[in-house]
């Protein structure tokens, strides 16, 4: 199955000249994987930063938010930072374009890194369950796929666990419109569980792009702890720039970021 993969990887950057999900530039024939050689140095550079709260760098930090360890989520593993509204930064442009197409090198990139992170952070046994939170039906019903469930589902085989889908959504209403308050009360998640799935006991990985307010994946925890899971952990692509600054502030080293 990895054979046929490759090969239809190699006819399609044949055919299709793959471009920089940094920047949108063609990429070089000698130049592998989603990103430019800038944009990857300029990656490189934003996911080595170091977290304000316990000196670590991103990859290597496992601090969790003030609202997530209201819901007993101790543990968080990230990338890198993300800017709202920004578009002249790497990590942005890249999970633009992971919530917009389903391309192979931009899962593949961001499941590898996701999956090293989260080894860094704990220490994943057979006793962890990976799964997402899922994407609004409107999302759903524009792009006709949900980019966690290939991250997340990639993710886990790298680290040899079981993957499930186990949370379902309700609400139409995407949650970056709304405040903290207001996404609260708009998430509408229920426990999804497959058949052959028993998680009772067990702690759970549960993955989503982006932490702004938290307030998905908490819900998330809630429903999946009710049902019967250990404790559960979270990896995100990036954590928002706002959380960031809110951790600068605590340590009095809030600057110009």
């Known amino acids: 199955m990895e054979g046929k993969k490759g090969l239809f990887k190699f006819i399609a950057d044949l055919l299709f000249v793959p471009k920089c999900a940094g920047c949108g530039e063609r990429m070089l024939p000698n130049e592998k994987g989603c990103l430019c050689g800038l944009c990857a140095v300029v990656y490189d550079s934003e996911r080595n930063k170091e977290c304000a709260k316990c000196g670590k ?3 290597h930090c496992s601090c969790s938010t003030e609202n997530l360890q209201k819901a007993k989520i101790e543990v968080l ?3 890198t930072v993300y800017r709202p509204h920004s578009n002249d930064f790497v990590i942005n442009q890249m999970i ?3 919530k917009k197409t389903s391309e192979y090198n931009l899962v593949e990139f961001l499941s590898h890194e996701l999956a090293s992170s ?6 994943p046994t057979e006793d962890f369950i990976v799964t997402y939170a899922p994407r609004s039906e409107k999302a759903m019903q524009k792009y006709g796929y949900d980019h966690m469930e290939f991250v997340s589902r990639r993710t ?9 889908k186990l949370l379902k959504r309700h609400s139409n209403v995407e949650q970056k419109t709304l405040s903290y ?13 497959p058949k052959n799935v028993d998680i009772k006991g067990k702690h759970i990985i549960l993955m989503d ?3 702004t307010s938290g307030a998905t994946l908490c ?3 809630r429903k999946l702890r009710k049902n019967g899971a250990k404790s559960v952990v979270c990896a995100v692509i990036a954590i928002s720039r706002s959380t960031y600054i809110k951790y600068r502030i605590r340590k009095k080293l809030y600057k110009n970021y």
Do not use: C, M
Request: hydrophobic letters at 50%; proline letters at 2%.
């Open 209 to 211: 792009d982006i932490v």
């Open 156 to 164: 886990a085989k790298l680290l040899g666990l079981k993957w499930a």
């Open 77 to 79: 593993s990230k990338l």
């Open 181 to 193: 308050t207001e996404r609260l009360k708009n998430i509408a998640l229920s426990f999804d569980n």
């Open 219 to 221: 819900a998330g925890a």
């Open 57 to 59: 760098t991103f990859p």
């Open 96 to 98: 633009f374009k992971l």
């Open 118 to 123: 989260i080894e860094n952070v704990i220490q």
